[in-house]
């Protein structure tokens, strides 16, 4: 029961530098979302993705980019790392749509991610 | 666009009370889907209970209840008798069928003091 798997789990960067995040779910889930967790303004949605091969901007994309090249995958990626980019980063995937309507998302375990 | 609003930051109840979250929800669709999640010290994101936005008919499970009015729009949650397990933020969460966003709240902090 794998679920939502994201590696790494925790990762120190230096800023400029760039890095992928990798988010794995088995679940055969369509929708997958990456968010960002800093304290006090909860989880907010970076991109979104409702399929292979689709991406969608969220609430704050910039600096971030991301791919969904495979269904399970859903990779996220920083080009020029930035102190402000110090957070959790969590990965989410879901059922949308009928017949059962939108489900709970199912997240991994997040990565804690700082920019030094 | 969506949005959720979770008023309380942080709550600090003692063991064995009762403790009320409000979550007050926006929405233009007439078709949406709530949530309450859990985030334990640990860090992980477990999932409470969901609600669709027909089916008003409010629920205990265990300790847990929700409360959810459409006409106030609010999606509130009560711990009775509440545990030192129960210490963490909980998030209130919204999504409609016609969006493909899933948005939270800020949470609410909640403490228990043994």
């Known amino acids: 029961n794998a679920g939502v798997t994201q590696t790494p789990k925790f990762r120190v960067l230096k800023t400029g530098q760039s890095m992928t995040l990798l988010c794995a779910q088995d679940m055969n889930h369509e929708y997958m979302y990456w968010y960002r967790q800093d304290p006090g303004m909860g989880l907010r949605l970076i991109h979104y993705s409702v399929g292979e091969g689709t991406t969608a901007k969220g609430e704050v994309p910039d600096g971030y980019n991301v791919s969904r090249l495979k269904k399970q995958n859903f990779l996220l990626g920083l080009e020029s790392a930035a102190p402000s980019q110090t957070s959790v980063y969590f990965c989410a995937s879901s059922v949308q749509g009928a017949p059962r309507g939108n489900t709970e998302a199912f997240f991994g375990q997040g990565t804690r991610l700082t920019v030094v | 666009a969506q949005k959720v609003t979770q008023a309380q930051t942080e709550i600090s109840v003692v063991e064995k009370e009762d403790v009320t979250l409000d979550c007050v929800y926006e929405t233009r669709d007439t078709t949406y889907y709530l949530f309450w999640y859990k985030q334990p010290p640990s860090g992980e994101l477990v999932f409470l209970i969901r609600?669709?936005?027909?089916?008003?008919q409010n629920e205990i499970s265990g300790r847990y209840s929700w409360n959810f009015q459409k006409s106030t729009s609010s999606f509130n949650f009560t711990i009775t008798a509440s545990q030192v397990v129960d210490s963490a933020v909980y998030f209130c969460?919204?999504?409609?069928?016609?969006?493909?966003?899933?948005?939270f709240g800020k949470g609410n902090q909640v403490v228990v003091i043994p």
């Open positions: 609600r669709n936005s027909f089916d008003e």
């Open positions: 969460a919204l999504s409609e069928r016609g969006n493909n966003r899933l948005a």
